[in-house]
């Protein structure tokens, strides 16, 4: 074998481990449902209202923030010390939620207003996501 051709051959192996690498990288936050949870994780148990709040939010919300508020490529984590209630008071959520939200925290880009949400849907998913930071240490 002339080294050319061996420097050739070294070359592409190089490269298809990249492109490899590149495209494993990519994978993992594309995924949107996580299929196991981050070790540790708890899920707690729902009261009625956290319940109802939990539906809610896979209606509206889990889009971006993910499955358990724990974020996707397209919104932030609420299980996050950024969220907790002296941060972000429940306030913000409502504000969130009707008005939308300029990016500021994070390079996901703007939150738009959420369509045919009613302030009366907001409470429980607050309540939802405190009991989800409460069980994981947010607060
Ligand atoms: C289309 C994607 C998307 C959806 C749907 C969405 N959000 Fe967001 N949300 C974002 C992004 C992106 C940010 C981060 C903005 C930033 O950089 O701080 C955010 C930030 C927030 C914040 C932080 C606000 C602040 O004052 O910093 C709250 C609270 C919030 N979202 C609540 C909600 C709730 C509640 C729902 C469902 C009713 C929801 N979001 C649905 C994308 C989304």
């Keep these: 074998m002339n080294n050319k ?19 494993s990288m990519q994978d993992t936050p594309e995924t949107k449902a996580p ?4 070790a540790g994780f708890i899920v707690p148990d729902l009261i009625a209202e956290q319940i109802v709040g939990q539906q809610s939010f896979e209606q509206f919300c889990q889009a971006c923030h993910g499955d358990y508020g724990l ?6 984590p609420f299980i996050h010390r950024i969220y907790e209630p002296n941060h972000h008071g429940d306030g913000a959520f409502f504000n969130a939620a009707i008005n939308g939200v300029r990016a500021h925290h994070w390079k996901f880009g703007n939150m738009p207003p959420v369509d045919d949400i009613v302030e ?5 998913i607050v309540a939802y996501i405190r009991a989800l930071q409460k069980a994981n240490g947010v607060f």
């Design 71 to 76: 974020g996707t490529n397209s919104g932030p």
């Design 35 to 38: 299929t196991s949870l981050p």
């Design 120 to 124: 009366t849907d907001i409470g429980p």
């Design 5 to 23: 051709l061996a420097v050739l051959i070294g070359v592409a192996i190089i490269v298809s481990g990249v492109v490899f690498f590149a495209n």
